[in-house]
């Protein structure tokens, strides 16, 4: 029973004298508060930690490559990102009927589970592309439930946390998973040579246990009823949820914003191909992976903290940085024929657009919690990702064209989209004082 420690952590992190400041959530919400923080906080950090252990970037990319199916590959990262955001409005239209939502998550975070064991059987039972195959199908199911999990959890969140305390959750999450993903990075793959099958085939069970104990830690959120829709049927109402794009000229802005800032997700991988044409080195991609994790764990605090205070604020500064890095990339690049001369060069600029990126993603998942209440906070999420799910299918599309000429010229193009992303985002209106 989690009890006055808990309160007086809140307290302490909250920075106010009873921690119980409410914003836009019922009175009888608001006592649970400090419980619920901490509920939501350890299920989110065992969340990232599992996604750090089945990255399609790392693990599962080696993975395919090790049971012979290489040319499976360049579907990791698709499925991963937009399988998960495209089906959003039909598993709304189900989410938003019932009144307590942490069903829908906890049903998520198992079937990841579930999932994550099928890959371990995948790659220990068969070899091939037998093997490959099933392990693309678990992916496939993997990213359906977290569809559900993305859904529910900014609403429960909504209905859970006050409005100037979401920033520092999901900041506080980041950050003590990107610590914890520092030190597994260091335990589990700093000079072990070419680990076998049944290392990564233990790997992935462990993955699967984190999310069974989020989804445990996750039931005991006291999450109270909210509004319900209507009975008509999941695939009317979720063609029916499109129409908030044309009807609704602040989410149709937001989501416009949000699609011009893929450019700090996108430009990533190009940051690692371009360090590995300079020095293809085995401690190089090392660097990248501690990079990325020491940027969660020293900015996602800073910024959840700045984004309690203006999410939109957030969003602009870290387009902001994201576009510059790219634009700065580019054309130092193109003056240096791709050929920096520094081996700590692309690095260090992956290190920077990690910060970055961090910013843009936590700025625009508060900021989307905070435009919206009851069940347009629903709509809203499934709307925008099933949207930026597809867009970011064309986009992929689009950039592995234009890497066809070069990669300076992905990395040009996707840092001016950034820009045209900073100045759309200074143009949205701010929600979190509202």
């Not at 970037?57 to 490559?65: D, E, I, M, Q, Y």
């Not at 009823?225 to 908030?244: H, I, K, N, P, Y």
């Not at 010229?409 to 992303?421: D, E, R, Y």
Request: contains cysteine.
């Amino acid at each position: 029973m989690l009890g006055k420690p808990t309160d007086q952590l809140y307290a302490l992190i909250a920075n106010e004298e009873d921690a119980r400041v409410c914003k836009d959530i019922p009175e009888e919400a608001c006592r649970e508060v400090p419980r619920n923080f901490f509920l939501i906080l350890a299920s989110n950090v065992l969340t990232k930690l599992g996604d750090l252990l089945i990255s399609p970037k790392t693990v599962l990319a080696w993975l395919l490559s090790a049971v012979g199916a290489p040319a499976l590959v360049a579907w990791l990262v698709p499925i991963r990102e937009s399988g998960s955001m495209v089906p959003q409005m039909v598993i709304a239209a189900w989410v938003r009927r019932k009144p307590v939502r942490k069903g829908f998550w906890i049903l998520g975070s198992f079937g990841q589970a579930v999932s994550v064991v099928a890959m371990a059987g995948s790659i220990w039972f068969y070899e091939g592309y037998v093997a490959g195959g099933g392990l693309i199908a678990a992916l496939v199911a993997f990213s359906l439930s977290r569809g559900f999990c993305s859904v529910a959890m900014k609403d429960v969140q909504g209905k859970c946390i006050p409005k100037t305390r979401r920033g520092r959750l999901s900041g506080l999450a980041t950050t003590i998973g990107g610590t914890a993903t520092v030190v597994l990075t260091a335990l589990l793959f700093w000079d072990r040579g070419d680990p076998g099958i049944g290392f990564y085939t233990v790997l992935l069970l462990l993955a699967a246990c984190l999310w069974l104990i989020a989804g445990v830690l996750f039931a005991f959120i006291q999450e109270h009823e909210g509004e319900t829709g209507g009975g008509d049927s999941a695939m009317r109402q979720a063609f029916c949820s499109l129409s908030l794009l044309q009807n609704d000229p602040p989410f149709r802005h937001f989501v416009i914003t949000r699609a011009l800032l893929l450019c700090s997700a996108l430009a990533s991988p190009y940051f690692v191909v371009m360090a590995q044409k300079e020095a293809d080195s085995d401690w190089l991609l090392g660097a990248f992976l501690l990079a990325s994790s020491l940027a969660s764990s020293v900015s996602a605090s800073f910024w959840g903290w700045m984004a309690d205070a203006s999410s939109r604020r957030v969003m602009i500064r870290g387009a902001g940085i994201a576009s510059s890095v790219c634009l700065a990339v580019g054309f130092i690049a193109l003056m240096a024929g791709e050929i920096t001369g520094g081996v700590w060069f692309y690095p260090g600029a992956f290190f920077v657009l990690s910060i970055a990126h961090a910013g843009v993603r936590l700025g625009r998942k508060t900021y989307l919690v905070d435009m919206a209440g009851g069940n347009k906070r629903t709509d809203y999420t499934a709307v925008s990702n099933t949207v930026i799910g597809v867009l970011l299918l064309v986009t992929g599309g689009i950039t592995a064209l234009i890497s066809l000429v070069s990669d300076i010229a992905v990395i040009l193009t996707l840092g001016f989209m950034g820009l045209a992303g900073t100045l759309s985002a200074l143009r949205l209106r701010e929600v979190t004082t509202d």
